[in-house]
C-alpha cells in the first residue's frame, strides 16, 4: 500500500472537524505539485474553509470528493451522539482528544441510546472517530473511513497527470453537506463549469461487486441526467477500463446537493464498493481503486 494513502487513513476528520486532513493535503500539493503533468492553481483559506480547489489548464469539468468521515459527538453522562450514519458496533474502540488529554475508549448501546467508557468525563462537543486498525490481504484492504479516503486518493492520483480540469475536496458530506452551495457557485461564475464526476465510496450489493472495476451509478436516491450518463458510459467503453453498473433506490453523495443547487450542472458518481460501509472494517479491492484510477483519468481528459 502506498504510503500516501496510508497516511491519510490515519487522520481524523469526523464531520466539522477537516481543518486536519486539509492542512496535510495542501501540503502534499505543494510539495507534488512541481512533478505533475500541470501545476495547479490551488485556492484555499479562509474564503474556503476548509475546502479545496485545484485548477489545471482550461478545466471543463469538476471531480469532487469528500474529506470527512462519520464519528460521535460526546454529549452529557457519558453519552454520545452520532455524526453522519456510523454503524454501532458494541466494543468498538474509538479516540479523540479534549483540553485534558487523548481519548481511548469503547462504544456501547443501552436502551437506544451510546455511551462511551472512558474513565473520565469527555468534554462536550468533543469529536471522537473509529480507531483505525488497517488490514491488508489477498488483494484487499480493510479499515475504517475507506469512505472516502479512497476517493481522496483517486483524485491525488488523477492530479498527477490531468492537464485541464477542477479537483475538489469538500466537507461535511457525511452529515447533511453544506460546503457544496458556495463551492458550486464559485466553479460555475468562475470557469462556467457544467459537469461533475463525484469521486467516493458506494456498497457491495447483489449487483455490485469486488474485484469487478469502478461502479459508475446511474441513480442512488436522486437521479442524474440521462444524456450525460449515456456519454459517461459510452466514454468508459473508449476507456477499455472495466467497470460496473449500479442502480440503487438509497443513497448519496456530493451529487445530491449539485442536483438541488440552481446551476446547470449535470454529475455522476464514479467509485469504488465496499463492505461493511461506515463501520471500523470498511473492505475494498485495490483492482477495484486502480480502476477507479484510470477511468477518472481518462474521463476528466475526453468528456
Not at 141 to 152: E, P, S
Not at 259 to 265: A, H, N, R, T, V
Amino acid at each position: 500500500m502506498e504510503n500516501l494513502l496510508k497516511e491519510i487513513l490515519y487522520l481524523n476528520s469526523v464531520s466539522g472537524d477537516e481543518s486536519k486532513i486539509a492542512s496535510y493535503l495542501i501540503g502534499q500539493i505543494l510539495k507534488r505539485r512541481s512533478a505533475w503533468n500541470v501545476s495547479p492553481e490551488l485556492f484555499f483559506g479562509p474564503d474556503f474553509q476548509d475546502n479545496i480547489i485545484l485548477a489545471f489548464g482550461n478545466p471543463q469539468t469538476a471531480a469532487f470528493a469528500h474529506m470527512d468521515t462519520v464519528g460521535f459527538t460526546s454529549r452529557y453522562e457519558n453519552q454520545l451522539v452520532p455524526v453522519g450514519g456510523p454503524e454501532v458496533w458494541e466494543g468498538t474502540w474509538l479516540q479523540g482528544r479534549d483540553p485534558a488529554g487523548d481519548i481511548r475508549c469503547r462504544l456501547w448501546e443501552k436502551e437506544g441510546n451510546l455511551f462511551h467508557d472512558f474513565p473520565r468525563g469527555i468534554q462536550r462537543g468533543t469529536l471522537l472517530a473509529f480507531e483505525q486498525d488497517i488490514k491488508l490481504f489477498g488483494g484487499f484492504i480493510q479499515a475504517a473511513y475507506l469512505d472516502n479516503r479512497l476517493g481522496i486518493y483517486a483524485l491525488l492520483k488523477l492530479c498527477e497527470t490531468l492537464e485541464n480540469g477542477l479537483v475538489v475536496f469538500s466537507t461535511y458530506e457525511e452529515h447533511g453537506g453544506g460546503s457544496m452551495p458556495f463551492l458550486l457557485r464559485f466553479i460555475f461564475e468562475k470557469w462556467g463549469i457544467r459537469q461533475a464526476l463525484i469521486a467516493d465510496v458506494t456498497w457491495v450489493t447483489d449487483g455490485v461487486h469486488l474485484n469487478e472495476g469502478a461502479v459508475i451509478s446511474l441513480r442512488d436516491s436522486h437521479i442524474p441526467r440521462k444524456s450525460f450518463l449515456d456519454r459517461i458510459i459510452q466514454k468508459a467503453d473508449e476507456s477499455a477500463v472495466p467497470y460496473q453498473l449500479e442502480v440503487e433506490a438509497y443513497g448519496g453523495s456530493d451529487g445530491r446537493e449539485i442536483q438541488l443547487s440552481p446551476y446547470p450542472i449535470d454529475w455522476c458518481f464514479i467509485g469504488v464498493a465496499e463492505e461493511n460501509p461506515h463501520t471500523p472494517a470498511e473492505k475494498a479491492a485495490f483492482y477495484d481503486l486502480e480502476c477507479m484510477v484510470k477511468l477518472y483519468q481518462y474521463l476528466m481528459q475526453n468528456l
